[in-house]
């Protein structure tokens, strides 16, 4: 299976704040690569799909980059509705798996 | 707007089986196109993919579950669903059903169900 890896694994910031969370790969997953958040008691969302695609309707205050093993999420301007827990997740090979989460907080 | 709801027991004795219901609203899982997906969540960790069906009955499983999965669809209902036996501890979770867009090696998920939580306990 791909382990993807997720750091920090939280982080503390405030409103305003630039925030970037990457995650690695255990192998090369071209840019099969999603991003989503999730708030406490509810689904996951989709931000990101393909490395860098913006889902319809996700703000553009969100950004991701990255291919092969190296994978980003940025929030160039952080507001109160963006803290959560993001995750990522590989498509490129089957089993499917998702990162163990950043949560991200208040500070 | 494509919606899906999660139904079944939220309780499940030891190695007993779990059987979970999707329902999907504002889309045809019969016009093809998606995948349909079930996750699932345990308590502080990342989602964990179970499998996947698509109308015709084709099924994707993670290797780590496929001796104990079926999922199965019904076109007739608009819905698919999760069967998981030998059930232990380890079971209890959220479990989300979700369609999978995208196609070849781009698969995300989107939208998902609210999830439904699952305790194995006797």
């Known amino acids: 299976d791909i382990q993807m890896t997720q750091s920090p694994s939280s982080l503390s910031a405030s409103v305003g704040d630039r925030v970037t969370i990457t995650c690695r790969a255990s192998q090369s997953i071209s840019t099969y690569l999603m991003w989503y958040q999730q708030k406490t008691g509810k689904a996951p969302k989709l931000l990101i799909y393909a490395a860098s695609s913006l889902q319809s309707g996700v703000p553009s205050r969100f950004s991701g980059s990255g291919s092969e093993t190296d994978f980003s999420l940025t929030i160039s301007s952080l507001q109160p509705e963006d803290f959560a827990t993001y995750f990522c997740?590989?498509?490129?090979?089957?089993?499917?798996?998702f990162g163990q989460g950043t949560k991200v907080e208040i500070k | 707007q494509v919606q899906l709801q999660e139904s079944g027991p939220g309780l499940v004795k030891p190695s007993q089986t779990l059987s979970l219901i999707c329902t999907v609203t504002?889309?045809?899982?019969?016009?093809?196109?998606?995948?349909w997906s079930w996750i699932r969540q345990h308590p502080g960790k990342g989602p964990e993919w179970i499998g996947c069906i698509y109308y015709s009955g084709r099924t994707y499983y993670n290797p780590a579950l496929k001796s104990r999965i079926i999922i199965s669809v019904d076109t007739s209902k608009n819905q698919f669903s999760l069967k998981l036996n030998s059930v232990t501890a380890a079971d209890t979770a959220v479990y989300y059903c979700a369609r999978v867009a995208g196609g070849g090696y781009l698969n995300w998920f989107d939208p998902w169900g609210q999830g439904t939580r699952v305790t194995v306990s006797s």
């Open positions: 997740q590989q498509s490129n090979n089957i089993p499917w798996t």
């Open positions: 504002g889309a045809s899982i019969s016009s093809g196109g998606y995948n």
